[in-house]
């Protein structure tokens, strides 16, 4: 059973830019979340997906970014004309729909420099 | 609204000593409480939880947790330090009210000196 793969694993866009992450949950799980870190920092909460469903975006900016969890395929965290403070590590996790006692798995991460 | 604190930036301790990282939290209901490890350049990896029952969580690595529920806590702990547990630490809460949010520590970065 693989485990939540991302990718790609190190991304590089120029100011403006528009930056694709994916993620591609562990089988049979159904929840999708996203974390940023920062350099020296923690994790930040950003969007908690179920199939075709946002259910939490309390954590992403109000502006250029957006994240779906299609029917099929991976789920996409997508930032639009991105900026120099957008770099950071993305975290894709995913768990089961067994309940909220089930840890989440974390992928690799994609980190994204912003020139 | 769920929170985690983790007071300490950072914890030094010798090789074979005892090992505490330190984590309280606040949550509206009853708490699911996890542990995470971070190598360098990697993700997270999943140590240990508390969802219900004996209050001593033992985990992977000789890791052991200790919920205590009136000082609203979850230390991470391990007997005996290795080298090779310096890492970066984040413990995570989520609640019982129905949701699957995450919310996770500022993290603790433990080194263990030789």
């Known amino acids: 059973n693989a485990g939540v793969m991302q990718n790609p694993r190190h991304l590089v866009r120029r100011r403006g830019q528009e930056a694709r992450l994916r993620c591609s949950p562990m089988k049979g799980h159904s929840h999708v979340y996203w974390y940023r870190q920062l350099p020296e920092e923690g994790l930040k909460f950003m969007v908690y997906l179920q199939k075709e469903n946002i259910i939490d975006e309390s954590g992403m900016p109000k502006e250029r970014f957006s994240a779906e969890f299609p029917k099929e395929g991976p789920s996409i965290l997508r930032i639009q004309q991105v900026v120099r403070g957008d770099s950071a590590a993305y975290f894709c996790?995913?768990?089961?729909?067994?309940?909220?006692?089930?840890?989440?798995?974390f992928g690799q991460g994609t980190r994204l420099t912003v020139v | 609204a769920q929170s985690v604190a983790q007071p300490e930036d950072q914890v030094n301790v010798a090789e074979g000593n005892p090992l505490t990282v330190k984590c309280t939290y606040s949550?509206?209901?009853?708490?699911?409480l996890f542990w995470y490890v971070q190598y360098p350049n990697r993700g997270l990896q999943f140590l240990l939880k508390y969802i219900t029952g004996d209050n001593l969580v033992k985990g992977s690595y000789g890791f052991e947790a200790e919920f205590n529920k009136s000082q609203t806590s979850f230390h991470l702990k391990k007997p005996s330090a290795l080298v090779s547990d310096s890492a970066l630490y984040f413990c995570?809460?989520?609640?019982?009210?129905?949701?699957?949010?995450?919310?996770f520590g500022a993290g603790t970065r433990l080194f263990v000196k030789a």
């Open positions: 995570a809460v989520r609640d019982d009210t129905g949701g699957f949010k995450t919310i």
């Open positions: 996790a995913s768990s089961p729909p067994t309940g909220p006692m089930a840890e989440a798995f």
């Open positions: 949550v509206s209901g009853n708490p699911y």
